[in-house]
């Protein structure tokens, strides 16, 4: 792959990475012990009836979010890791080189656009 593009994709996943990192650190704690895993703050409204029941509504309205950042960062991270391996751009799957406009739109890409579509729904 061309060190231009590649510049480029890894500017962008830098980017994308800082941008969960800070939108996880609004609501939830990095753990210390495991990578890219946080913990979510459960939020204190109140004592009455209605406060709690808005805290565990909200609690879970992060933790769900919690999941998808945490998913989406840990994507990232691989994808940061397998350019500094050398390996990034490859089809999990077959081993084939991923498409670089693929990558380009979407740079935690890990299997080529035929696998992808055998493979539908999974990445
Ligand atoms: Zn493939």
Redesign the pocket.
Known sequence: MDDKILNTIKNKLAEEKSHLENELATFAKKDSKIDDNYQTDFPDFGTKDDENAAEVATYSDRLSLEHTLEKQLRDVNKALASITKGNYGI??????S?EEKRLEIRPTSS??????K?LKGED
Do not use: F, T
């Not at 089809?91 to 084939?96: A, F, M, Q």
């Not at 299997?111 to 992808?116: A, E, L, Q, T």
């Open positions: 089809c999990k799957h077959c081993g084939n991923i299997s080529c656009v035929s696998c992808k055998k």
